[in-house]
């Protein structure tokens, strides 16, 4: 690498990727650095946003005034095209493209298991880059849930929760830390790729995607592992690039946020993501919504429906979704069904009622499917929409909160810290 470029060593800049160093820093004086680690490769720019591919470039020397055009150029490839190298990069010169390749690439999590249920639904395990020597990769799950005029995403925002809620499987795996806004649109590009959804990309010959015309990833919904407003930076920042017209190009209106209650987040989410909303609501007395959702304790029912109330952009046609899991004798009674009609008035409201999904040694069981009906019945007659989610992928546990990995908590220094305002 010439003088020009100016040198970098690449766990520098994979440190920096993941935000723990500010990009810019330099290395020259610091020789003891410049050794290769072992396990940490070049710095993959594939999940980057227009900022970090801005920096990127001019830590390879491109002059300032290129920069605009450079970024507009490779987030065309990453982003429109699916590139997974610089290679096809026909329109940026070979002398710059080999120079990134030098210094980056555009590697993605690698698929390390897929399961296809019977019903169509996929679920991939991913593991990501470590993020330090002793770090093996942290392993997370995806799902794709394939239906006739959509195909929806739902996508993992952390490694493990903080939660703790009763009833969720991931709920029994600690925190091991969050995920970088790259870490979570790569699961996008991953899916798409994997579903051939980019030109070229070829769909999967087991058949299961929306029908013609459509594209395969239509829909995101972030409710695979982790709290994404314990994390809300890199949810907001990958909203914004998967969202970007130019690029992945899904509308905020197929773009769902789902949180267990992070009151204090959710005014920031809606103005500056625009995406819908989800809650996991669950019950509709503190008391009980206490044990379901510990987090409810800090942030209880009044305050909650308080923040949905003045939710930014909150209106009939961009309704906030409430989802409600039905749990055998805990939170399925029509008394409960009244109540939640009651709490919801004046809230541009949809109920989801979700039969619960059992995993290995959970301490509860699905509600009877006539208790289901006669509530989602109260519900309806009440004014709203209250379809009962079909359980999808529950054979391969991808159904909601089944999702589980076995990557451990390493050390706190792995750990990336967690906003708990
Ligand atoms: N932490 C966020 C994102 C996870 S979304 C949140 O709580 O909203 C996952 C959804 O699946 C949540 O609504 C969750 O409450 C629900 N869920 C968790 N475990 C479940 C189970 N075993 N059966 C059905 N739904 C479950």
Known sequence: MGAEFGQREPRDIQAAMLGHLPIMSHLAARPEQHEHPAGLGLASLAGATRRELGAALAEVGVPEREIRMRVAQLWHWIYHA????????????????ATLAAQFNLSRPEIVAEQISRDGTRKWLLRLDPVDRQDKGAEIECVYIPES????????????????????????????????????ICQVLIARERLGDFPGSVPPDDGLVP????????NIV??????????????????????????????????????AGVVPRMEELGRETGAMLAISLHAVRDELRDKLVPLNKKYPLKDLLAACRTYPGATNARRI??????????????????????????????????????WPRAPYECSDWARIEKFSDIVFNAGYASPVRTPRGRDILAACGQLKSETEKLRARARLAVQDE
């Open 211 to 218: 029908g013609d015309g459509l594209r395969a990833v239509s």
């Open 82 to 97: 699916g590139a997974t190298s610089f290679d096809p990069m026909g329109n940026v010169s070979k002398v710059l493209r």
């Open 149 to 184: 005029d959509r195909g929806t995403l739902c996508v993992s925002s952390q490694v493990g929760c903080t939660l703790s809620c009763s009833f969720c499987h991931t709920g029994t795996q600690k925190l091991v830390r969050n995920l970088t806004a790259r870490e979570i």
């Open 321 to 358: 979704t409430f989802e409600y899991v039905m749990l055998k004798d805990v939170n399925d009674s029509p008394a409960d069904a009244r109540e939640l009609v009651r709490l919801l008035k004046g809230i541009p409201a949809k109920i989801n009622l979700i039969p619960f999904n059992p």
């Open 222 to 259: 972030f409710m695979g592992m982790g709290e994404p407003l314990y994390n809300f930076e890199n949810v907001r920042d990958a909203v914004a690039v998967i969202s970007d017209g130019d690029g992945l190009a899904l509308s905020k209106r197929r773009i769902t946020v789902s949180t």
